[in-house]
């Protein structure tokens, strides 16, 4: 008796699909993955290199021997850690005054009831694209007028002004979704407006503030050209002026700055992994209802 041939069935084809579409999906992923950490691996092994091996063209090469002195130079001739110190004080500072003014341009654009309130917003949004490099020249101008010029508030209030619209975009579509019968319980209650954004709105936008905070962290942490033009003393320049100390008339030590380097960005990987996922979080809700 012949066999009989069975037709494929739905559920075996939508299988079948599926498996060809997650394996798509997967092989993608994959790629972003091993080009995302392809240069930070590189990087590490740089670090471990000496001159002659780094300088002999052997790119995907392991070192010999780990040259971990290069980290002690990072450490002790490359100034680690006073720039690390700068670099913090002027993140931490701009990202205080970044999410007091978002959060409060934000609440009332979000929460107030004003004709112009959309038309500020744009404002705003059009400040996002506003090259930085456009505003060099005349903020030196105006830095050299108010003397101020070579000190960390120079680097503080261009940081704001560059950070702030995209924290007023996050932060204002996140705070639209708050529902209103919130701020009237509170009005019954005799809250004024300020004991409403600190107590409601403030609270509830963690989400969003957080999203801020760790994109205003990695956008200055790195940051050289506005560093490099309005600050040239030595105690005050930030982390990324470090390689420069590796950098002689007649020498580089490259394994060094490679070190220095690695240092460098340890802060940023760290913080980005352990609050990735307030990250999205932050930037899903700020998205809902803009």
């Known amino acids: 008796m012949a066999p009989v041939l069975r037709k494929p069935t ?3 084809y939508r299988r079948r699909r599926f498996s060809v579409t997650t394996s798509i999906v997967y092989l993608i992923f994959a790629i972003l993955i091993v080009t995302q950490l ?3 691996l590189w990087l590490l092994i740089y670090s471990l290199k000496t001159n002659e091996e780094i300088l002999s063209g052997s790119f995907f090469a392991l070192p010999a021997s780990l040259q971990w002195q ?3 130079d990072a450490l002790g001739g ?3 850690f006073r720039y690390l110190l700068n670099s913090l004080f002027v993140t931490s500072v ?4 970044v999410i007091v003014l978002a959060s409060l341009t934000g609440f009332a654009i979000a929460r107030f009831r004003w004709r112009f309130a959309n038309a500020v917003l744009m404002v705003f949004l059009v400040g996002m694209m506003i090259p930085m490099q456009g505003t060099l020249l005349p903020l030196m101008i105006i830095f050299k007028h108010l003397g101020i010029l070579n000190t960390h508030l120079s680097l503080i209030l261009p940081y704001m002004a560059f950070q702030t619209p995209i924290a007023v975009f ?3 579509g996140f705070m639209r979704s ?3 019968e919130i701020e009237e319980s509170a009005i019954v209650d005799g809250s004024g407006i300020f004991r409403i954004y600190w107590n409601i709105a403030l609270p509830i936008s963690v989400p969003p503030i957080m999203t801020v905070c760790i994109l205003t962290f990695i956008n200055i942490w790195n940051e050289y050209i506005l560093a490099a033009t309005f600050v040239t003393a030595e105690r005050l320049k930030t982390l990324p002026f470090g390689v420069y100390s590796f950098v002689s008339q007649y020498s580089v030590n490259y394994g060094g700055i490679g070190a220095f ?3 460098g960005a340890l802060p940023v990987i760290l913080i980005y992994f352990l609050l990735a996922e307030k990250i999205t979080k932050g930037m899903v809700a700020g998205a809902v209802k803009g």
């Open 261 to 263: 380097l690695v240092l």
């Open 94 to 97: 701009t990202m205080i005054c």
């Open 70 to 72: 290069n980290y002690s």
């Open 178 to 180: 708050i529902p209103h």
């Open 10 to 12: 739905v559920r075996n």
């Open 170 to 172: 996050i932060i204002s």
């Open 38 to 40: 392809y240069p930070l």
């Open 78 to 80: 490359g100034q680690y």
